[in-house]
């Protein structure tokens, strides 16, 4: 099932769409959620841009998605109705709030008619129902005044689709008492509301039908789970992290949609050896990041596209001082502010190319909100062990939508430990034994990290170019030759792990390679194909720089590459210019993310073509 909240910004949609997903989750379901609101902190009341939606797909079985189209709309004004009715399939449920379906609220979106009479929803199954009124009376002996009483009106919706889909109530009711447990009498209202709209959908003769989805108990391995947002999931992977290399977890940030909530998760996690610091803008963050990453500790550093490309010059000094630093990029629609709360994939070559000079830094992508946890420990693996800074490249699509999640046993996580410098490293012709900063480990080529104020460490730090094994500073050409090559030859030798093919008895001729958020929507694509007779192969990036070292070989094996993305082809061009195959791009730049039937339509073109 596809269930989307709309209403104003106001209404408390993303409240409503995370109750539910919770108690959907509890129940066992598999799910995956769709968040989608305006920029403004209160977009103008009953317009089309101020309208916010929250989309849940949840079943029996594994999902990839949101989903393309939901099943119920459940809209609370004109501006949700309208905003949202080219979405929803013939025969879909509506059910609309006529409480807000006055002439002036109708007329601000452009209906001249009420579409409630007009005939022009004969095509859905609408169910009209006065929430505004029935919550104000629900509610008429908590001595509210109405308007305090209608804010209740999204947890009356609430109510009635909990009915309509056998959801649980508890957990949605402890929350309430616990958020408004300031105010008892705000908590009991939206409890009394929340089971007004549960004992009308019981009650009313216009819901004929409920709806029960089994727990999707062959879709999950043994374990414990927990729904996850992708933030979440990115701050609990960093939290991880530090705990696991032994290392204090410094995070220098300043916020920014879609990034801020690590932060703020972040902040809560002190005793966990974490420490926050709310820069007063880009640079200040990523300044103090990279100094926490001199002192010791385990770096990093969160923000957005214009975040990055005002930090450029910082990262190019982590490169040049070979410190690990995770720069953690939620990706937004760009450019300049661009599209702050919608989704995009733009900034790959920015996170390759992005910089003065040669200064090449690894790419690590996610590509499901659950799998944010485990990009952040990898991320950090190449930080740690190449002493290099580390994009992680997530995105506003990843980061808001969440899933159900595993939660790992310990022994599971990654052994993350490094060990500091301690004493002399190099013998020189006269037999005395000094540090040298810039003496390479012969495998990893990672120069030693020595914290500050340790005896007989000291050495010199800056932008400037440092000469091979001193560290000295170094205008000499063949020297500056050496080590451009020599940082680039680290980045390139990094141990990461051969692209995985998803090609059942490998007769496909054509290849669907993603990277990132893409993942869901293309699978569940491949899946429809495969389903219908089609054969094709897949395949998904997580290291974007460097690139598997099998990939060359694994492109060569097929007539056609088809690489979808939510930029103009940014990963195409680089496929391209590397490997010499003629990519082909799909592209899409909208602010939201593929639909699967979507891509399904792209992809049965490319293998037919």
């Known amino acids: 099932m596809i269930i989307r909240f709309a209403g104003d910004s106001g209404d408390g949609m993303q409240l409503t769409g995370d109750r539910f997903t919770s108690e959907t989750a509890s129940f066992g379901n598999d799910l995956s959620t769709l968040p989608n609101f305006p920029a403004e902190i ?13 989309q849940l797909h949840f079943a029996d079985h594994d999902i990839l998605t949101p989903g393309d189209a939901p099943n119920v709309l459940v809209a ?140 999707a108990t062959k879709a999950f391995p043994a374990g414990t789970y927990r729904n996850i947002s992708g933030n979440l999931a990115l701050a609990y992977g960093l939290v991880a992290a530090g705990r696991q290399a032994d290392l204090p977890l410094y995070l220098g940030s300043y916020p920014i949609t879609p990034a801020s909530d690590i932060l703020h998760e972040l902040s809560k996690h002190k005793n966990f050896g974490v420490r926050t610091f709310q820069a007063e803008d880009e640079i200040a963050g990523i300044g103090a990041a990279l100094g926490a990453a001199f002192g010791g500790s385990l770096a990093v550093t969160t923000t957005s596209g214009p975040g990055v490309a005002l930090k450029s010059e910082t990262i190019g000094l982590a490169v040049s001082l070979e410190l690990p630093l995770l720069i953690v990029d939620i990706q937004r629609g760009g450019p300049s502010t661009g599209l702050p ?46 002493r290099t800074p580390v994009f992680l490249l997530s995105d506003g699509y990843l980061a808001n939508g969440s899933e159900p999640w595993r939660v790992p046993d310990l022994e599971e996580l990654p052994d993350l430990g490094v060990r500091f410098a301690t004493g002399p490293n190099h013998t020189l ?138 930029n103009l082809g940014q990963l195409a061009t680089l496929i391209r210019a590397k490997y010499l195959v003629d990519a082909h791009s799909y592209n899409q730049v909208n602010g939201m993310p593929f639909k699967a039937e979507q891509l399904a339509t792209a992809l049965k073109e490319a293998i037919h073509d």
Request: charged share 25%; with cysteine; aromatic share 8%.
């Open 42 to 54: 209160r977009a103008p009341a009953g317009t089309l841009p101020g309208v916010s939606s929250f």
């Open 76 to 215: 609370m004004n004109p501006a949700a109705l309208k905003a949202n009715i080219g979405d929803v399939p013939r025969g879909g449920e509506i059910i609309v709030n006529t409480d807000e379906f006055a002439k002036r609220a109708m007329a601000k979106v452009g209906y001249e008619t009420s579409p409630l009479e007009d005939g022009s929803l004969d095509g859905y199954r609408v169910h009209p129902v006065p929430l505004t009124t029935l919550t104000i009376e629900a509610l008429k002996d908590f001595g509210l005044s109405r308007k305090e009483a209608e804010r209740s009106k999204n947890m009356f919706a609430l109510g009635l689709l909990s009915w309509m889909y056998h959801r649980p109530t508890e957990g949605t009711e402890k929350f309430l008492r616990r958020k408004f447990a300031r105010k008892p009498e705000i908590a009991e209202a939206n409890v009394a509301a929340f089971r007004a709209g549960w004992n009308f959908g019981e009650t009313t003769e216009d819901f004929a039908v409920s709806y029960e989805v089994a727990p």
């Open 341 to 386: 709360t919608k989704t995009e994939q733009a900034d790959l070559l920015q996170a390759m190319y992005g910089r003065n000079g040669e200064a090449p830094v690894p790419i690590v992508a996610p590509r499901t909100p659950a799998d944010c946890f485990d990009a952040a420990l990898e991320a950090a693996r190449i930080a740690l062990t190449y």
């Open 429 to 566: 012709d006269d037999g005395t034994e000094v540090f040298w900063p810039y003496k390479r480990d012969p495998e990893t080529l990672a120069r030693p990290w020595a914290l500050p104020g340790t005896p007989g460490l000291e050495h010199r730090i800056g932008g400037i170019e440092k000469q091979d094994g001193t560290g000295n500073i170094s205008y000499d050409p063949a020297n500056h030759d050496f080590m451009v090559r020599t940082r680039q030859a680290k980045v390139d030798g990094i141990d990461v792990p051969d692209l995985e093919i998803d090609d059942p008895g490998s007769a496909a001729r054509t290849l669907v390679l993603g990277w990132g958020s893409t993942y869901g929507p293309i699978t569940a694509a491949v899946r429809r194909l495969r389903s219908a007779g089609e054969s094709i192969g897949q395949a998904h990036l997580r290291h974007l720089n460097p690139l598997p070292k099998n990939l060359g070989v694994v492109l060569k094996r097929y007539d056609k590459v088809v690489v979808p993305e939510m």
